[in-house]
């Protein structure tokens, strides 16, 4: 599989698209500050909780900090702060997200997203800062039972486009999201946000790109080669 043989590219979002992560666990370590939580447990716990459903964020959060931790009262907390530092707008973009976007529809490769949110969050936040017209389609980990690492996702929305598993790309900032891309056959291109990959990632994934705009760069230069 090489970079030019893309024909479906296919979008992580949170840490990825939009600067949610790095907001999330800003918030998250406030919040323990404030109230004498372990520092390092919280921050293993957000570390945990990149690219998997909602659920599975729960289920780690309640691994490192205990059973009877009040995470949802936390988790509302943290979304009523965000909300407040944004002031009703949208969620910022990250980098090159636009340029990637744009160079891939002038190249005629059509784009979704496959996120763990449920897609009708995931809607939501691309709605409000302009990402959403871009995307053919919008996949959310409410369509498949299990969510990343497992593959299930990235293969439910290549079925959905028509599109052979080896001729996608998929665009991921998390750990689950390369492992579910190379358990799905696909190529990969990884973005790191809150985490640099690992040996074990690096394995794993096509190439790794500083922002969207440098992957874009990358895959300008792969079809024109």
């Known amino acids: 599989m090489a970079l030019k043989d893309t024909k479906l590219a296919i979008f992580d979002m ?11 666990a ?31 964020v729960r289920e780690v959060a309640h691994y490192y900090l205990g059973a009877d931790f009040p995470y ?11 909300r407040k530092e944004l002031d009703g707008g949208p969620m910022p973009v990250k980098k090159g997200a636009f340029e990637m976007l744009e160079y891939l529809k002038q190249a005629g490769i059509p784009a979704v997203v496959a996120s763990s949110n449920p897609k009708r969050v995931v809607k939501e936040l691309l709605g409000g800062n302009g990402l959403l017209p871009y995307f053919t389609e919008v ?8 969510s990343k690492p497992n593959p299930d996702l990235f293969l439910y929305a290549a079925s959905s486009m ?14 689950n999201g390369i492992r579910a891309a190379h358990a799905a ?11 640099q990959p ?8 096509t190439a790794k790109a500083d922002d969207l705009g440098a992957a874009a760069r990358m895959l300008q230069e792969a079809f024109h080669s």
């Open 14 to 24: 949170d840490g990825l698209l939009i600067e949610s992560e790095r907001l999330i």
């Open 26 to 56: 800003e918030h998250w370590m406030k919040l323990a500050e404030r109230d004498g939580l372990d520092r390092d447990k919280v921050w293993a716990a957000c570390l945990g909780s990149l690219g998997v459903t909602p659920e599975k």
């Open 72 to 82: 949802d009262a936390y988790q509302t907390e943290v979304e009523e702060n965000i």
């Open 139 to 146: 996949f959310g980990g409410d369509a498949v039972t299990r």
């Open 162 to 175: 028509g599109a052979d598993p080896a001729n996608c790309l998929v665009f991921e900032d998390s750990f």
């Open 185 to 195: 056959g696909m190529m990969s291109i990884m973005v790191p946000d809150l985490l």
């Open 198 to 205: 690992t040996e074990e990632i690096s394995a794993l994934y």
